[in-house]
């Protein structure tokens, strides 16, 4: 499910989510709020052991699905998915108001819930308490019943500055052994560069292992899915839908998003607006501008050294004409983007990212890309060949 | 493979391919792993770990991108065979890497001798980055952007200056072979 935060009377995808949205807001304090998400975990254990989700059609045959349909996203009728939440949770949380999560053996229920607007929780105090109390105590009572929050931050609202340490969280080359070590909510990648000057900070100290992360999924917690299906997830997110890639248009934002998720790119302070590769293309809003110039606030966005969303980008590389769709957008956001000595850098990384992928593809042409990962090692020599070679 | 045709590469072009391929050969069995890139900001030397690290997360460096001289710093993993005893044979690890100097196609790029420099200073450059790599594990690499008809679209496509195959592999193999450690 979706909670979402911002007002009421606001407009945008997805609507607001009233019936959670008031009841997180209405909490002043921390019981309250442990209270409010166990009714969840006891839902979600009680729709685990009986068959009602099966019966009304709902349980969804892939990880990705479960997870868009209990957003609600996908919903065919938004304002009926709300009539639907609202009445159902209220009657299931009573059905199961006898459940001790506790007495449940671990790992058979996963709840992970999705905060849009998470902004509208450092807004929101309790009295008496300093700005971001409510949302410090939000992950604190979702971390006591191991529900996985994943908070966004669509409005650029919060800027953050990852540390420069953890540069990177996800280990491709061995994630199945380190996913079960791995704290449930992950440090977002570092190496991003430092907040630009004029840029309001972060107003509260996060400690680096708990570290919101800003409108990305949590990688590491979903690694169980294995790694191909972790990519297609991934695809999903990079391109913010749930089609496949060769059904959709390469627009602008998406070319940003692609690219920018391979070769280190910095948007902000020119022409292309990079809001919206925060608010649905997973890029990491480093920074924001203290003078906004109209009704948007301009922000600086980022991406950080994600292998997964590498492989997504490189995935959806892989087509001739997606890549070609995708450069031809790429040149028309430079005439408004960086300047040309970041252009040759950018053109050398996705060149080596270019010929990398194609010695992949051509190692095993007997089994499709979409069951192996372009983590595979190649030959050095036959890299630097192709290197050159792709120039011409 | 790849040796045994770069060496037909120098033969066709009348080079001399003994010193190059001599120097190429621990690359013979070097592996790349890279997807994307991630900037480093910092000038601190990598260390055998770090470029590990890089390596087995899949990602390239760039160095100082802001410059007039960008550099990207792919870690290498160079398997190697060591014997010990009789008739035991070890696979060890080394890490190493592959410096690429981006420059732009001008007036002085085809000069031999700016080549010459320029990989000269490739050659001290990588000792700073990564003092760590053992001589013959690293590498280096200009790479020009441009050309001589295509100098004023810098746009979509990275030449290396435009020639034949043949003549990109000798070009390669003979910057590499000044670049090598």
Same mark, same amino acid.
């Given at each position: ?5 911002r007002?009421?009377d ?10 959670f949205?008031?009841?997180?807001q ?18 979600a254990?009680y729709l685990r ?14 990880p990705t699905q479960?997870?868009w ?6 919903a ?7 009539v639907?939440?609202r009445s159902r949770f209220?009657?299931l949380s009573?059905?199961a108001?006898?459940?001790?999560p506790?007495?449940?053996?671990e790992g058979?229920v996963?709840?992970f819930?999705?905060?849009?607007q ?9 009295r ?7 949302l ?5 009572a979702?971390?006591s019943?191991g529900?996985?929050?994943v908070?966004?931050?669509t409005?650029c ?8 340490q ?9 994630f199945?052994?380190d ?5 449930p909510?992950?440090v977002?990648?570092a ?6 000057y004029g ?6 100290e996060?400690?680096a ?21 972790l ?9 913010d839908s749930?089609?496949a890639?060769k ?12 690219v920018?998720a ?15 590769l925060?608010?649905?293309h997973?890029a990491t809003?480093?920074g ?6 109209g009704?948007?606030?301009q922000?600086?966005?980022?991406y950080g050294?994600?292998?997964v969303l590498?492989?997504a980008s490189a ?9 070609l769709a995708?450069?031809t957008?790429?040149s028309?956001?430079?005439k408004q ?8 850098v ?6 080596a990212?270019?010929?990398k992928?194609?010695?992949v593809?051509?190692?095993?042409r007997?089994?499709?890309m979409s069951r192996r ?13 192709t ?5 011409r | 493979?790849?040796l045994a045709?770069l060496l037909a590469?120098?033969? $066709?072009s009348?080079? /001399?391919?003994?010193?190059h391929?001599? !120097? %190429?050969a621990?690359?013979a069995?070097?592996?790349? &792993?890279f997807t994307?890139?991630?900037t480093?900001?910092?000038?601190r030397?990598?260390?055998q770990?770090?470029?590990r690290?890089?390596?087995?997360k899949?990602a $390239?460096?760039?160095l /100082?991108p802001?410059?007039?001289?960008? !550099? %990207?710093?792919?870690?290498v993993?160079h398997?190697? &065979?060591?014997?010990s005893?009789?008739?035991h044979?070890?696979?060890q ?5 592959i410096?690429?100097?981006?420059r732009?196609?001008?007036?002085r790029?085809s000069s ?11 050659l001290?450059?990588l000792?700073d980055v990564?003092?760590?790599i053992a001589p013959?594990?690293g ?5 020009t952007?441009?050309g001589?008809?295509?100098s004023s679209r810098l746009v ?9 195959v ?6 390669l193999?003979n910057?590499?072979?000044?670049s090598?450690?």
């Amino acid at each position: 499910m979706l909670w979402c935060l911002r007002p009421a009377d606001a407009a945008g995808h997805p609507p607001r989510s009233e019936y959670f949205a008031d009841r997180l807001q209405q909490c002043r304090s921390e019981p309250q709020l442990r209270a409010l998400f166990l009714s969840v975990v006891q839902v979600a254990l009680y729709l685990r052991r009986t068959t009602a989700l099966r019966e009304a059609n709902l349980i969804p045959k892939s990880p990705t699905q479960r997870f868009w349909e209990l957003s609600g996203l996908e919903a065919p009728n938004w304002e009926a998915h709300q009539v639907l939440v609202r009445s159902r949770f209220d009657e299931l949380s009573r059905a199961a108001a006898d459940i001790d999560p506790r007495a449940t053996p671990e790992g058979t229920v996963k709840i992970f819930l999705c905060v849009d607007q998470a902004a509208e929780l450092v807004v929101h105090s309790p009295r008496a308490r300093p700005p971001g109390e409510l949302l410090n105590m939000v992950r604190r009572a979702a971390r006591s019943l191991g529900i996985t929050l994943v908070l966004s931050d669509t409005r650029c609202s919060i800027a953050t500055s990852p540390s420069d340490q953890l540069w990177n969280t996800f280990p491709v080359r061995d994630f199945h052994r380190d996913a079960a070590e791995t704290p449930p909510l992950q440090v977002a990648p570092a190496c991003t560069p430092p907040v630009p000057y004029g840029v309001r900070a972060l107003p509260l100290e996060f400690d680096a292992e708990h570290l919101l992360i800003l409108g990305r999924p949590l990688w590491l917690t979903e690694a169980e899915w294995g790694p191909l299906s972790l990519r297609r997830f991934a695809v999903a997110k990079l391109l913010d839908s749930v089609h496949a890639p060769k059904t959709l248009e390469i627009d602008p934002v998406r070319a940003a998003a692609i690219v920018s998720a391979r070769c280190s790119l910095i948007f902000g302070g020119t022409g292309f607006d990079p809001s919206p590769l925060v608010a649905s293309h997973m890029a990491t809003c480093t920074g924001r501008v203290e003078e906004q110039i109209g009704p948007q606030p301009q922000v600086f966005a980022c991406y950080g050294p994600e292998p997964v969303l590498a492989e997504a980008s490189a995935l959806v590389l892989g087509s001739r004409k997606r890549l070609l769709a995708t450069f031809t957008h790429l040149s028309l956001l430079w005439k408004q983007g960086p300047e040309r000595v970041l252009q040759g850098v950018v053109i050398a990384q996705l060149a080596a990212c270019l010929a990398k992928d194609s010695l992949v593809r051509l190692s095993d042409r007997t089994t499709s890309m979409s069951r192996r990962l372009y983590t595979a090692e190649v030959p050095a020599l036959d890299f630097l060949s192709t290197f050159c070679e792709l120039g011409r | 493979m790849l040796l045994a045709h770069l060496l037909a590469s120098f033969r $066709a072009s009348g080079l /001399e391919p003994l010193e190059h391929c001599q !120097q %190429l050969a621990p690359f013979a069995s070097a592996c790349l &792993s890279f997807t994307h890139f991630t900037t480093k900001e910092d000038a601190r030397p990598l260390s055998q770990y770090e470029i590990r690290r890089c390596y087995m997360k899949a990602a $390239a460096l760039i160095l /100082e991108p802001t410059s007039d001289a960008p !550099q %990207l710093f792919l870690p290498v993993r160079h398997q190697v &065979s060591s014997h010990s005893g009789h008739h035991h044979q070890h696979q060890q690890q080394h890490y190493g890497g592959i410096l690429v100097h981006i420059r732009n196609y001008g007036p002085r790029t085809s000069s031999k001798c700016d080549e010459q420099q320029q990989a000269d200073r490739l050659l001290g450059r990588l000792h700073d980055v990564a003092p760590s790599i053992a001589p013959t594990f690293g590498a280096g690499l200009l790479y020009t952007l441009g050309g001589r008809s295509a100098s004023s679209r810098l746009v979509l496509v990275a030449y290396v200056a435009p020639c034949s195959v043949l003549e990109a592999l000798a070009k390669l193999t003979n910057v590499l072979s000044l670049s090598t450690l």
